[in-house]
């Protein structure tokens, strides 16, 4: 399932914006770039108003100042920590990177999930191996409700990240472990964003 989130100086919460009637001083290009990034289909769209127009209709959290991604969301798994324990059945929000080298799509391999209530990133060994994760040398604890376990576990270093579109967010270093998630169903692996990372968003 998708949705779409603003992510700006802040991750900030929905608000309607179907009753802004005057198209904003956006130029065409950014107001389609804006819509492909929600897989939203400019097809037949060609004047700057028209493409304001739909942007409303379909996203307006879109249409103000800020980054605007999709979400994605992920169940926790059944049995993942063990037998006779039972997983926290909320669902988890979670968004896909892009890498600093083409920052103008989502990377399909990875979807990494919001956590504030982390202090690390985290990547899960399937994903670290898929992305080709270097280690840092740095053992690091992870605290997390979103984890298995707690312990000294390696960090990766996967470089320069950025948001779908070109927002750069600088380099990302998880910490490598298992984590009581679902395979996304958009495919690849999963990861978590903690505050080492969501904090450089104010």
């Not at 990133?121 to 280690?135: D, E, F, I, Q």
Request: neutral net charge; aromatic residues 4%.
């Amino acid at each position: 399932m998708r949705c779409a989130v603003w992510v700006s100086v802040a991750f900030t919460s929905l608000a309607s914006a179907l009753s802004r009637a005057q198209p904003k001083p956006f130029r065409a290009s950014e107001i389609k770039a804006r819509l492909r990034r929600l897989g939203v289909s400019t097809e037949g769209c060609f004047e700057k108003e028209e493409l304001y127009r739909l942007l409303l209709e379909r996203a307006p959290e879109a249409s103000g100042v800020g980054h605007c991604v999709p979400l994605e969301l992920l169940q926790a798994a059944r049995g993942a920590m063990g037998a006779g324990v039972t997983v926290d059945s909320k669902r988890y929000v979670g968004i896909r990177l892009a890498s600093a080298d083409d920052a103008s799509v989502a990377d399909p391999r990875l979807l990494m999930l919001l956590d504030s209530a982390a202090s690390n990133s985290l990547l899960t060994p399937a994903a670290a191996r898929l992305l080709g994760a270097r280690p840092t040398g740095v053992r690091a604890t992870a605290d997390t409700g979103t984890a298995v376990g707690l312990g000294g576990f390696e960090q990766v270093d996967l470089g320069e990240v950025a948001l779908p579109g070109g927002l750069a967010c600088g380099r990302l270093a998880p910490v490598v472990m298992d984590l009581p998630l679902e395979r996304p169903s958009g495919g690849g692996e999963c990861g978590l964003l903690g505050l080492d990372f969501l904090s450089r968003f104010e």
